[in-house]
């Protein structure tokens, strides 16, 4: 089994986005603008509701899906279909707004931590007008896994360790694993071998990725090959592990919108504008 490496090496930026939240750019960013088919990852974390209070009030989307998934915190998402939902820690929200869709997202609290992802997932050109549609999936729906001696695996897509996540029918086949591993803890995760593929540490000050030391709010770009191998350091880690299927279609990106094409990007601003979402 050929086993992936690291290519790049990203530090996230700090930004903003919503109506103020403060946040870390990770992809989506001047030093990695995409990895086909990941558009964007964003992770927010405070435990200051200055940072987050104001949080996303209603905005479009079209032609990819976003993918939130929180760790601390509650918010509610709403849209303008009538759909309502909790946002609770550990749970992950895969939302497919294809050919238009207003939602919001708002924070349920006023104190304490704040702390989660959010990652565009692009759509191939044959999906992107596709019916809106959303994966609401609460915690306890989550596998968790322990394929090694100290090694923790929450699947979200993908399949791992006889689990298969509760994300299903996204067309890019993801994988998405939030690995938990302990100091000196090894384990090799399997990737289907044509996907792009990347790792992020967020928890623990470093881990061991494909051999080499990633530290904490690093993004690893990986080679392609059949797995990689994840382990811990001096300090238990945890890390994201994510991989799409590559769509290599030509990129048309507009703030919230994303196309093939110019002219597709000023038809969804206009129907965005004449209310059609």
């Keep these: 089994m050929s086993e992936r490496r690291i290519l790049r090496r990203i530090r996230g930026i700090d930004t903003a986005d ?11 960013q001047p030093g990695l603008d995409m990895l086909d088919p990941f558009l964007l990852l964003d992770e927010f974390r405070s435990d200051s509701a200055d940072d987050y209070i104001a949080g996303f009030p209603e905005h ?5 899906e976003t993918v939130t998934y929180m760790l601390a915190g509650h918010m509610q998402h709403g849209d303008n279909h009538g759909n309502r939902g909790d946002l609770v820690p550990g749970s992950v929200q895969w939302m497919t707004a294809g050919r238009g869709i207003l939602h919001s997202e708002m924070p349920q609290q006023e104190n304490g931590l704040m702390w989660g992802f959010q990652l565009w997932v692009n759509l191939p050109a044959s999906d992107k007008m ?13 596998p968790v896994v322990h394929p090694a001696d100290g090694v923790t695996v929450k699947v979200i897509a993908g399949e791992l360790a006889d689990a298969t996540g509760p994300v299903a029918g996204i067309v890019t086949a993801p994988v998405y694993l939030d690995i938990a591993v302990e100091p000196g803890a090894q384990v090799e ?27 904490r709010s690093e993004l690893a770009v990986l080679s392609t090959g059949e797995s990689v191998r994840i382990g811990g350091s001096e300090a238990p880690a945890r890390v994201l592990l994510v991989a799409g299927r590559p769509l290599g279609e030509s990129v048309a990106r507009y703030g919230p919108f994303v196309m093939n094409t ?7 601003i206009a129907d965005f504008r004449a209310g059609k979402f």
């Excluded at 919503?18 to 989506?28: D, M, Q, S, Y």
């Excluded at 479009?60 to 990819?64: A, D, E, Q, V, Y």
């Excluded at 596709?130 to 989550?142: K, L, M, N, S, V």
């Excluded at 110019?262 to 969804?268: K, L």
């Design 18 to 28: 919503g109506a103020g939240v403060k946040l870390k750019r990770i992809i989506g």
């Design 60 to 64: 479009p989307h079209r032609g990819f």
């Design 130 to 142: 596709t019916a809106p549609r959303y994966q609401d999936i609460g915690p306890e729906r989550i």
């Design 189 to 215: 995760i399997p990737l289907p071998a044509g996907h792009h593929a990347f790792a992020y540490v967020f928890e623990g000050t470093d881990a061991q990725v494909a051999g080499d030391k990633l530290a």
């Design 262 to 268: 110019p002219e597709q990007i000023h038809e969804a």
